[in-house]
């Protein structure tokens, strides 16, 4: 998987590997007389989902920040103390337990990527 980190990076990396092959592939589509045109609907579909992803998910990728998570700890000290210890094992949710970078890697992405082009 290829990281990249700015938006204008991506845009390139698109135009490069993805849309002037497809802008390629549309002229021989019309000088073959549409011979390749399930081909380029399925291949342009597939780039307009990619594009609308990014630009949907465009404030999470590049967004630098430090998330703080003192009232998720107040609300499970709060639950901690008023109920019994079966329902605060099921409510219990410790965000620092998860390790993020391998949740999205092996998680997030490669789902949004098989539902994307299935």
């Known amino acids: 998987m290829k990281i990249l980190d700015t938006m204008e990076s991506f845009h ?9 092959p497809l802008k390629m592939l549309e002229v021989a589509n019309i000088a073959c007389c549409s011979y390749f045109d399930d ?7 597939k780039i307009d989902v990619v594009m609308r992803l990014a630009e949907l998910y465009r404030p ?3 967004f630098k ?3 703080d998570d003192k009232n ?10 008023s109920m019994d210890s079966e329902d605060v094992f099921h ?6 337990t998860i ?17 994307l082009f299935k």
């Open 60 to 62: 999470y990728l590049f």
């Open 99 to 115: 390790n993020w970078e391998d949740y999205m890697m092996n998680v997030h992405f490669p789902s949004a990527v098989k539902h």
């Open 12 to 20: 390139s990396y698109m135009s490069l590997r993805y849309i002037l």
């Open 72 to 81: 998720t700890d107040m609300l499970r000290a709060a639950t901690r103390n």
């Open 91 to 96: 409510f219990q949710f410790d965000p620092l």
């Open 65 to 67: 920040a430090i998330f």
């Open 39 to 45: 081909f380029y609907t399925i291949a342009k579909r």
